[in-house]
């Protein structure tokens, strides 16, 4: 057996391992070994090995899942856009807030005039909110310099978190976001002179996982987009798309034909869309919090993505306008109550596939030779999470086997 100095060993537990072949994976009255921050064994405590005498904590019928993953995030960022909101319960639309100035170049503004300890200390707040609801992995995006040097004062910024908090946390370059007031009116400019000589330097200096773009009619078009997700290719970097959130321009077809890990909001998306997909072994993001914000009306297709097998993640979107969102719990309920998702879907979503859109295969799953980050809950059927609103049922969360 491991040694016992560095095991520790679960029992009694409702174990939610979200691994195919019944409902949630569910193995009731489960154990799990933890040996080095991996998950040595998962049964039943009946089938426990014989030898081990280390440490052991009885879980009394809790259920365990896998930490929870937030895989789409904006949670560095300057300022806030309270005002916004006044202005769209007012009835002014996503759209017109932001051609009169305001969305995400207003951001743009507060972020570039934000040293990096103020943003550093602006997304924890966040961060600190996720953590407690069993998050253990975080995406985070730049996306609000648009310019060299803030997009990359925005990675640092994300890097930095996981060296404050025990988090794990995945970058993706977003440069590609919106076209700031110096490139009005030419884009396939500000793509060549700023997104790919960004992505470039941050790539060197070690800062980025991922390329995301922002592909609707505010901002690039599939066509703008071939460049940056080009250089992606050629720097080995995979690609991920903010498609067909307000439009259909074709944006999920794009993210399919360079193998994207995700597409992501997608209400605009259609049958063929979720072929392309389901053929590129994309994951489907959806963002319950940006519809609700939104108060949009157009449902993504949940059911051709059922229908041909495209896995479907869950994030909140946590960003200072269109998703003001910091609890992937709420992003659960969401997920059933708008979207109409199964509570296993959303769990699966927030876990198993949330790993798959963040291209990860050592997390998502309750498994011996995973990561132990788990989650360890106050109820008594994995389920609850997605049917309770404003409460955490959150027991203990364990990251990389430390408490």
Not at 14 to 34: E, F
Not at 37 to 63: K, M
Request: proline share 5%; hydrophobic share 45%.
């Amino acid at each position: 057996m491991p040694d016992e100095d560095r095991t520790m060993l679960f029992r009694n537990a409702t174990l939610a391992t979200m691994q195919a072949g019944r409902p949630y994976g569910l193995v009731p009255g489960g154990a799990l070994l933890i040996d080095a921050g991996r998950i040595v064994w998962v049964g039943q405590d009946h089938d426990l090995p014989s030898g081990y005498d280390g440490p052991e904590e009885n879980l009394d019928g809790r259920v365990v899942t896998p930490a929870l993953i937030d895989c789409h995030t904006h949670v560095v960022h300057g300022g806030n856009r309270s005002a916004e909101f006044e202005m769209r319960l007012q009835g002014a639309s996503y759209e017109e807030v932001a051609r009169a100035g305001g969305g995400i170049l207003s951001t743009v503004k507060a972020t570039r005039e934000a040293s990096e300890e103020t943003l550093l200390r602006g997304a924890l707040r966040f961060v600190d909110a996720l953590i407690a609801e069993g998050v253990c992995t975080l995406e985070v995006k730049s996306g609000y310099g648009l310019d060299i040097d803030t997009e990359l004062k925005m990675l640092r910024v994300a890097r930095s978190i996981a060296r404050v908090r025990d988090i794990r946390i995945k970058t993706s370059f977003l440069g590609a976001h919106a076209v700031p007031p110096e490139f009005k009116g030419n884009t396939l400019a500000y793509v060549s002179e700023i997104c790919i000589p960004g992505l470039i330097a941050a790539q060197a200096e070690g800062l980025v996982d991922a390329v995301d773009a922002f592909c609707e009619g505010i901002a690039f078009s599939p066509e703008e987009l071939e460049p940056l997700f080009a250089q992606a290719r050629a720097l080995d970097l995979p690609v991920k798309l903010h498609a067909e959130q307000l439009s259909q321009l074709g944006g999920t077809r794009l993210a399919a034909r360079f193998g994207a890990l995700s597409a992501d909001h997608l209400e605009y998306a259609t049958a063929e869309d979720a072929r392309a997909l389901a053929q590129s072994g994309s994951v489907a993001v959806l963002l319950p919090g940006a519809f609700y914000t939104l108060r949009e009306t157009r449902l993504p297709p949940v059911e051709a993505f059922r229908a041909e097998g495209v896995p479907m993640a869950l994030a909140t979107d946590c960003n200072p306008g269109s998703s003001p969102m910091a609890s992937l719990l709420l992003t659960m309920n969401m997920g059933c109550t708008l979207f109409r998702l199964t509570p296993e879907e959303a769990l699966a979503g927030v876990t198993r596939h949330a790993a798959r859109a963040l291209g990860l295969d050592d997390c998502g799953v309750i498994a011996a030779g995973t990561r132990a980050d788990l989650a360890i809950w106050d109820i008594e059927h994995p389920a609850e999470l997605a049917y309770r609103i404003g409460y955490n049922p959150l027991w203990r969360r364990i990251f990389g086997g430390t408490a």
